[in-house]
T-cell receptor
Framework: DAGVIQSPRHEVTEMGQEVTLRCKPI?????LFWYRQTMMRGLELLIY????????DSGMPEDRFSAKMPNASFSTLKIQPSEPRDSAVYFC?????????FGPGTRLTVL | AQKVTQAQTEISVVEKEDVTLDCVYE???????LFWYKQPPSGELVFLIR??????QNEISGRYSWNFQKSTSSFNFTITASQVVDSAVYFC??????????FGAGTRLTVKP
């Protein structure tokens, strides 16, 4: 199994631009999670899906952030417009039940 | 509310020393799960162990062992005979029945040769 796949691995963009992060979960896993990791705030859960349905998005920082899961094998996290304070590593994780397996992360830098 | 506290921000040991990473948690759930993850310098998060709240048996896996004590709400992680490759940030995490996983702040372990 290829594990959780995230793209891009690195993204550098300018303030105000739209950023789209992508995630392919492990096949057969029915839950998908988006996290953000920063030095200041550590690992924060942004949103999670169960069977492609968003269950809890209370961690999404503001309306500039949105996430979708159109099917069981693909999810996106979009930031529009991006701001320098969005710079972080964004992780996607998937889970069959209980244990979450993480992707390699996307390091986002907003200039 | 669920909370995980890893009071040790950084630990430095010399190779072959034993080291224990502390984790204290708070939850009102009667059923919950505790986890440890490792984040090496390469940045990925690697799952190490999951424990459910009804299983207080200690677990050993090679040089790794975990001590779960509900009476003190602790789930400590010990590495025996540490190696340089153990250098990483280690996260303790807690999850209730709703998949909402809370991570501690992490403990950065440095093992010097």
């Amino acid at each position: 199994d290829a594990g959780v796949i995230q793209s891009p691995r690195h993204e550098v963009t300018e303030m105000g631009q739209e950023v789209t992060l992508r995630c392919k979960p492990i096949s057969g896993h029915n839950s998908l999670f988006w996290y953000r990791q920063t030095m200041m705030r550590g690992l924060e859960l942004l949103i999670y899906f169960n069977n492609n349905v968003p269950i809890d998005d209370s961690g999404m920082p503001e309306d500039r952030f949105s996430a979708k899961m159109p099917n069981a094998s693909f999810s996106t996290l979009k930031i529009q417009p991006s701001e320098p304070r969005d710079s972080a590593v964004y992780f996607c994780a998937s889970s069959p039940e209980g244990v979450q397996f993480f992707g390699p992360g996307t390091r986002l830098t907003v200039l | 509310a669920q909370k995980v506290t890893q009071a040790q921000t950084e630990i430095s040991v010399v190779e072959k020393e034993d080291v224990t990473l502390d984790c204290v948690y708070e939850t009102r759930d009667t059923t919950y799960y505790l986890f440890w993850y490792k984040q090496p310098p390469s940045g990925e998060l690697v799952f190490l162990i999951r424990r459910n709240s009804f299983d207080e048996q200690n677990e050993i896996s090679g040089r790794y062992s975990w001590n779960f004590q509900k009476s003190t709400s602790s789930f400590n992680f010990t590495i025996t005979a540490s190696q340089v490759v153990d250098s990483a940030v280690y996260f303790c995490a807690l999850s209730g029945g709703n998949n909402d996983m809370r991570f501690g702040a992490g403990t950065r372990l440095t093992v010097k040769p």
